[in-house]
């Protein structure tokens, strides 16, 4: 809530110093650059929350954080430019006015990015008890210790049921106090659930109302790893949260929304990348003959088959026993073109066209081969969930998770993508573009 007045107050105070400076005379024209400033402000604060530069960083890249403070950037301006010239001033004091918004602009974003990433203060320290303490609650411990540094764990609160303590004696809190007193007396943040068991009693739902009435957060494992990683994991995964739960919406206004944004990024990024994709394609003929081309035959909306087109990146005979086999990220197959235009995704560029015909969007999980999609589903509950939307060129999980090439990295990943199809919105949509670009730039992630 700091940082939010923080971000409101600045950018205001910026505006309001120019008053200042120019030295207004008239009483409603100083009234409507307020009113303008505080519009201003509050839209930037929209921008960021929407953006998730508000949220801890519990793991995200300080060149992720910089691609979504470039997209708000990129919404900001317009609307810095789109406010002031309402205002109605002279053309000097315009200038100043505007030149006062850029600035707060600026310097709002530089300060988000520097505090999420800046571990010396304490601003951004969250204080979690976790009620449990046998082998869940343990496993939780180890994966919030490992994503999210600014997380303290205060303790750890015993239920009924836990018959195997797996916390170290020192971290585990005596049940002489109640759950509600524990939390107040350790100025806890944040009370995460890790029982397996939740019947019969077992949570003290009084208590925990009373927390959570008295403004500590409580969170059943599922919501939280949403929230804060950015992912479902299948281990905290349960059937009815996905039924019951929010999300998960595929209606007809949304779909409508996406397939036209599809076809104008798409069009628009087809035109750009031609030149690239010749000389591409001439490269690729130079150095191992044709085809330039291969076509793949992958899984995409509803379990619906497809085939993908791709740059050919490996060699004529790279699955000649007709067994198909993960590509790794140093791949011996590949050649030497090769090697380059995966590793800068260029291979990716004629995918574009499945984005026309209406195979793929440009966001959406990965589409995987048929042999592969047969096997994932048979050994990892709830895979077929990411069928329920069309896959993509790039997606959530690309951008979050380093290329992988196993069932293990499958897991990984489609814990990113049921995040994805929870949640997918055209602002995600952006965000994960501009996050695509950082990974193509950085090589991160490069198969």
């Known amino acids: ?60 890249t300080i060149m992720q954080t910089r691609a979504r403070a470039v997209l708000s950037l990129y919404l900001s301006v317009p609307l810095a430019y789109g406010v002031f010239a309402l205002l109605s001033i002279a053309d000097a004091d315009h200038e100043l006015l505007l030149v006062s918004g850029l600035t707060a602009l600026f310097g709002t974003l530089a300060h988000r990015v520097y505090t999420m990433h800046n571990r010396t203060g304490t601003m951004m320290e969250h204080r979690v008890l976790i009620f449990g303490a046998g082998p869940e609650a343990e496993s939780v411990s180890k994966v919030l210790k490992r994503s999210d540094p600014d997380i303290q764990i205060v303790g750890f609160y015993p239920s009924p049921t836990d018959t195997e303590i797996c916390i170290p004696g020192q971290l585990v809190l005596p049940r002489a106090q109640s759950l509600s007193d524990t939390a107040y007396a350790l100025n806890v943040h944040e009370i995460i659930i890790a029982v397996r068991e939740r019947r019969g009693g077992i949570l003290p739902l009084r208590e925990l109302l009373d927390c959570k009435l008295s403004g500590v957060k409580v969170l059943d494992l599922a ?49 750009l990348a031609l030149p690239l994709m010749l000389v591409t394609a001439l490269l690729i003929v130079l150095e191992d003959g044709f085809p330039v081309f291969y076509r793949q035959e992958r899984v995409g909306l509803n379990g619906r088959l497809f085939h993908v087109v791709k740059f050919r990146s490996m060699r004529k005979d790279a699955e000649s026993d007709g067994k198909p086999r993960w590509a790794t990220a140093n791949d011996d ?115």
């Open 1 to 60: 809530m700091l940082r939010i007045v923080i971000d409101f107050i600045f950018p205001v105070t910026c505006v309001l110093l120019a008053v200042f400076l120019i030295g207004h005379r008239g009483q409603e024209s100083i009234q409507s650059v307020v009113i303008y400033a505080i519009i201003f402000a509050l839209a930037m604060i929209v921008f960021n929350a929407s953006l998730g530069l508000y949220q801890r960083s519990h793991g995200r």
């Open 223 to 271: 919501s939280y790893f949403e929230r804060a990683l950015g992912q479902i994991r299948l281990d905290s995964l349960r059937i009815g949260w996905l039924i019951f739960g929010e999300g998960f919406r595929q209606g007809w206004q949304r779909t409508l929304v996406k397939r036209l944004f599809d076809i104008v990024a798409a069009s628009i990024l087809l035109l």
């Open 333 to 447: 197959r590949t050649t030497r073109v090769g090697r380059i235009i995966r590793k800068l995704r260029i291979d990716e560029l004629p995918q574009l066209y499945s984005v026309l015909t209406g195979d793929m969007s440009l966001v959406g999980p990965r589409p995987e081969r048929p042999y592969f999609v047969d096997q994932l589903t048979r050994e990892i509950p709830f895979y077929a969930v990411r069928h329920s939307v069309k896959p993509g060129v790039t997606g959530w999980a690309q951008v979050s998770y380093p290329y992988g090439a196993s069932v293990d990295d499958s897991i990984q990943k489609l814990q990113y993508d049921l995040y994805y199809v929870k949640n997918h919105t055209l602002f995600l949509d952006i965000v994960i573009l501009c996050e695509t670009v950082v990974v193509v730039l950085t090589g991160k992630g490069a198969q």
